[in-house]
């Protein structure tokens, strides 16, 4: 039957069957069959009697449930998937009677993509080869639905080409033509044949069926006659099969923008539903950008304002006297004396600066100008235990402290609100309607929550005792320490002390006195803002992960949709890792598009807040990294699911999908 040379396909016995309920179709029963190089067999027989069954397992797009197939001598049953690929792109052509173009790109584009599986590229040039020898060199730039059936399945021939195979399988080529076309097609297909492919075909007309060399009839899933028309002349090109096996991952970055192009030409082609699944990343990001940065600046601002207290510093104040549990009426609370704070000084070893204040409300006049303000009496030590050493003038001294002169150290507001751009230095204003001298500014602070640090006016203790609040004890005496290790010895010598000093009953010590541990209270408010931005960031990330959930929903939509075009990436030979990677690449240019344009809002966002709230934000560039780099992985993690969803789709199920 053959020449004598060995058949290039060798079929023994193959069966295949479809269980459908509880029926059970033989699409297949036991076929043997071979066919020589350079053949040109036509299939015929009626509907369902099994060409297409027989066409797809002899096409390697799908595989029998028994016997043996023998491809170039080569028996194929133990190959994997992606074996099967390789050896179908380097072997095999495919022309399918639905054409199984991709809608969205040229007839050049859909000519070349085979290439972009073995080639690793879209050379155009040979494409635009091929496209000429089916005689459509002037519909190159056509996309695929503007051209009429007949062009299309040339375009379908010149791809099946691309790769030089040896063997051209068409299903039912023309059965979707007009009988013009179908002429053309066959005449194609003929010419191929003398070129030396090895043609097997379809038919459901007799005439197209009595062209071929050799007419294969079909029933219920046997062959029912077998006739040579035509002899065979010994031009058959080469038979061997290509021994070059790269099935393994070979990830190259020339696939990789290729694949990136055609990714953004997709999400390009379904524009609301690419930008809805975008703004889904873009909400999370800018939200975690957001909060971050306002976590972050709200801890900022507290740091700050801690560093400008020393960490070795204990605050004394009283507390209220109690009686059987209830506060006596005022004036009897235990009040702190300058005594006290000079005692502190000479008794406790460890203590280098004991420091009395008061505090008060006033009125502070200059020219006509008029400003409410808060007092507080303070002695020397005030400007360097609390980082306010004055950016103009000076600070007071002990002895204008023990002299009680008039001096007055004042905050940004005050200038502002009574100098306007004038220089205070040495300018004398009125407090509570006595003579200050102003000879200093103190250092901008900005505002601590509801408190502005810079509304302030600093006098000596001694000074605002006697003149300004007519008050002859201290509100509060702060306690620096040489060194942190002496704290909590201070802190005990200092409630001794003080309980001595004031006679206080066993009763009440609990309640006497008031002792604040600054470096106590600098750690829980650290750590309270740090949890709470930590919480922040955390809500901003589960929207960001509900973003990647929106991603999957519409990656797994576009599988579904795409289901042929997978089908027919893989029937010209893309390998799984080839569809995985497609579709990765997709979702990962979503989220990361969403990702970067978050960022931008979030940085938005956080500018328009400093300016409209006063909030002290900052976007740190790690955070902005951070979040783009988790909106990357978004875009993997929930993009592997329905990407592997796809690649692991049968091609010829995938193909028969509607
Ligand atoms: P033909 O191409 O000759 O019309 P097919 O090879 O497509 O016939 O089908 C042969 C038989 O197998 C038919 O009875 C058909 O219904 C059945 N068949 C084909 N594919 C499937 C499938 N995926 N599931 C179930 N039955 C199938
Ligand atoms: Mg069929």
């Known amino acids: 039957m053959t020449g004598n040379a060995p058949p290039i396909i060798r079929l023994n016995e193959v069966t295949k069957t479809y269980q459908m309920g509880d029926t059970t179709v033989h699409a297949l029963r036991e076929v043997s069959l071979e066919i020589a190089a350079g053949d040109f067999v036509a299939i015929m027989g009626p509907s369902g009697s099994g060409k297409s069954t027989l066409m797809n397992v002899l096409g390697l797009l799908d595989t029998p449930d028994s016997g043996v197939y023998r491809l170039s001598g080569k028996a194929v049953s133990g190959l994997d998937e992606d074996e099967l690929a390789v050896l179908r792109r380097e072997t095999i052509g495919f022309v399918f009677q639905q054409f199984h173009l991709l809608p969205r790109m040229s007839a050049l584009e859909n000519v070349a993509l085979p290439l972009l599986y073995s080639k690793r590229s879209l050379d155009l040039e040979s494409a635009g080869h091929y496209l000429e020898k089916v005689d459509l060199a002037d519909r190159v730039h056509h996309r695929t639905n503007e051209l009429s059936g007949g062009q299309q399945q040339r375009v379908a021939i010149a791809r099946s080409l691309i790769n030089s195979p040896r063997i051209l399988f068409a299903d039912e080529p023309t059965g979707n033509l007009d009988s013009a076309s179908e002429k053309e097609i066959i005449a194609l297909l003929k010419k191929l044949n003398e070129d030396g492919i090895t043609i097997i075909l379809v038919t459901h007309e007799e005439e197209i069926g009595r062209q071929a060399k050799r007419l294969i009839r079909m029933r219920d899933g046997f062959i029912l006659s077998d006739e040579r028309l035509e002899d065979l002349q010994g031009n058959a090109i080469s038979t061997s099969l290509p021994l070059s096996r790269e099935t393994g991952a070979s990830f190259r970055l020339l696939e990789f923008a290729v694949h990136l192009q055609q990714g953004f030409k997709t999400l390009a082609a379904n524009k609301v539903r690419t930008a809805l699944s975008m703004l889904g990343v873009l909400i999370g990001v800018a939200a975690v950008i957001a909060m971050l940065a306002l976590g972050q600046g709200a801890q900022r601002a507290i740091e700050s304002q801690l560093a400008s207290l020393g ?121 509570n309607k006595v003579n200050f001298q102003v000879i200093g500014v103190l250092p901008e602070k900005g505002s601590a929550g509801w408190r502005n640090q810079d509304d302030v006016v600093i006098v000596p203790v001694m000074t605002a005792m006697r ?125 990361a598009i969403g990702g970067l344009s978050g960022i931008a809002l979030g940085w938005l966002v956080t500018v328009l807040l400093s300016m409209i709230a006063g909030w002290t934000t900052s976007v740190s560039p790690a955070s902005a990294l951070l979040s783009f780099a988790f909106s990357a992985s978004i875009g993997i993690i929930f993009g592997i699911y329905p990407a592997r969803k796809a690649a692991l789709l049968d091609p010829i199920e995938a193909l028969r999908r509607e």
């Open 467 to 591: 003149r300004l609040l007519g008050k002859n004890y201290v509100d509060s005496i702060e306690i620096e320490v040489a060194s942190r290790e002496d704290l909590p010895s201070v802190e005990g010598a200092l409630e001794e002390l003080m309980i001595s000093r004031h006679r206080v009953p066993p009763s009440q010590q609990q309640d006497a006195f008031r002792v604040h541990n600054m470096a106590e209270i600098q750690q829980a408010l650290t750590t309270s803002s740090r949890t709470m931005s930590m919480l922040l960031a955390s809500i901003a990330a589960i929207s960001l992960l509900v973003g990647g959930i929106g991603i999957m929903n519409i990656m797994l939509v576009s599988v579904t949709e795409r289901t042929r075009e997978i089908g027919l990436r893989k029937a010209v030979g893309a390998r799984r890792s080839d569809i995985l990677i497609q579709f990765l690449v997709e979702s990962v240019v979503v989220s």
């Open 311 to 431: 960490s070795n510093l204990l605050v004394l104040r009283s507390g209220a006297l109690r009686t059987g549990g209830v506060a006596r009426e005022s004036g009897t609370t235990t009040r702190l004396s300058l005594e006290d704070a000079q005692a502190i000084r000479q008794e406790i070893p460890g203590v280098e600066v004991s420091a009395p204040m008061v505090q008060g409300r006033g009125q502070i006049a200059f020219s006509n100008k008029n400003w409410n303000t808060q007092i507080t009496g303070a002695g020397p030590s005030y400007a360097r235990i609390h980082a306010a050493e004055p950016v103009a003038g000076r600070f007071f001294t002990e002895e204008e402290n023990r002299k009680r002169l008039r001096v007055a150290v004042i905050g940004a507001t005050l200038v502002q609100e009574l100098f306007a751009t004038a220089n205070p230095i040495g300018e004398m204003i009125k407090i």
